[in-house]
């Protein structure tokens, strides 16, 4: 795979991620449902909303496994959440460190979101190449 990242501006330079991702010449591509808080017994987190992303980025690590795929292949990442604030101030520490851990830099999309499956938080969606 040839993975080539865009972002014309230098604010960009301070975010999390970038405008744009190009992929050539990939093996395959991995599209993956939103992850929520769910445990291996299916279910739902009674946490708060930073325990809950750490579950969610646990279950993301293992579906990418499972099926092949490496974290640092994913090229887009959207969040939905169901407070932006909360994310931001309790979350963004966390969020960070991860994408920074696997170097990633992927194209991101946040959603602020009425509600979510089972009352949950945060779900994160990945579209992963190798």
């Known amino acids: 795979m040839q993975k080539r990242t865009i972002d014309p501006w230098k604010w960009g330079e301070q975010t999390n991620s970038v405008q744009a991702v190009e992929i050539k010449q990939a093996e395959g591509t991995l599209y993956c449902s939103g992850q929520v808080a769910i445990n291996e017994a299916g279910q739902p987190s009674t946490a708060d909303m930073r325990t809950q992303l ?8 293992h579906l990418i496994s499972e099926a092949g795929y490496e974290c640092q292949g994913i090229v887009r990442l959207n969040v939905f959440t169901t407070s932006m604030m909360e994310f ?8 960070q460190e991860w994408i920074a851990k696997h170097g990633i830099k992927q194209a991101t999309t946040m959603f602020e979101v009425k509600g979510l499956y089972a009352n949950l938080g945060v779900e994160l969606e990945a579209t992963v190449v190798k």
């Open 54 to 61: 750490i579950q969610v980025f646990q279950n993301l690590e």
């Open 88 to 95: 931001f101030t309790t979350c963004g520490d966390v969020y």
